[in-house]
């Protein structure tokens, strides 16, 4: 599996990132939590954004 590195906005260190950290391992800056609820608000603004080309493809296929 390969080694993922991620850089602290506040100290600008790369560290190792396996998913769950939590706190910069340098100097403590504690990242924020992301709400489910944005992943979700993504999809919904990509399939938006995506409805009218769909539309376009159905109304020449159809």
Do not use: H, N, Q
């Not at 504690?30 to 609820?37: G, K, L, Q, V």
């Not at 608000?41 to 954004?49: I, R």
């Amino acid at each position: 599996m390969p080694e993922e590195y991620s850089k602290c906005p506040s100290c600008a260190l790369e560290y190792e990132d396996d998913g769950d950290v939590d706190v910069c391992p340098y100097c403590g800056y504690e990242f924020p939590e992301r709400a489910r609820s944005t992943r979700w608000v993504a999809w919904v603004l990509v399939l938006l954004m995506l409805w009218p080309a769909i539309k376009g493809i159905m109304y020449l296929l159809g």
